[in-house]
């Protein structure tokens, strides 16, 4: 019971709707709290965060734009691999406030990279609200503002999160079983 299987694994619910629903909610009342009044930019980072921004926007009770971004990997521009470039921001950015939404932190690589994107293009506070984050695998100081859940080195797809392109749809978050 309360396990499915995606492609070749199989996951066990970890995180009702329920508590995502609640943790979510919380982030936004802290976000309302903090940068109401300061006409901010969310930033959705494609796909992942898409589930994560569709709620807690709705729970945003100011004045706000939202726009959308995908991160594009490019192969071999340094020794350490991937390098990544925020792509298809069409707004400025220039003197603004922004709150970049995430599906989840990890590592910190990719949002150390968005976040040093943004900063060339100009953004004036850049605030980090992510649904997720794995405390145990930072490898990078980075400041995250807002943190919905906090959850183990394991890996996790629903809510917005997939394996290999699936299970982005489902409503509870689940966790992969070793075997
Ligand atoms: P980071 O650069 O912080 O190491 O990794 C961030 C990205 O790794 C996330 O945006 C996500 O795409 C992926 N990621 C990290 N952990 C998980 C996980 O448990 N499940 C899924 N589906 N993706 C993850
Ligand atoms: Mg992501």
Known sequence: ?????I??????????????????????????????????LFICVLNGAFMFAGDLMKSINFPCEITFVKLSSYEGFTTTGNVKEVIGLSESVVGRNVVVVEDIVDTGITMERILSSLKTKGANEIRVA?????????????????????????????YGLDYDGYGRNLKDIYTVVEE
């Open 1 to 5: 019971m309360n396990t499915i299987q």
């Open 7 to 40: 492609l070749d694994k199989k996951f066990a619910l970890s995180i009702p709707e329920v508590e995502i629903q609640a943790a979510v909610r919380k982030v936004a009342e802290a976000i309302n709290h903090d940068i109401a009044n300061t006409n901010p």
């Open 130 to 158: 992510t649904f997720l984050q794995k405390p145990d695998a930072l490898q990078r100081d980075i400041t995250i503002d807002y943190v919905a859940m906090r959850i183990p080195n394991d890996f996790i797809v629903g």
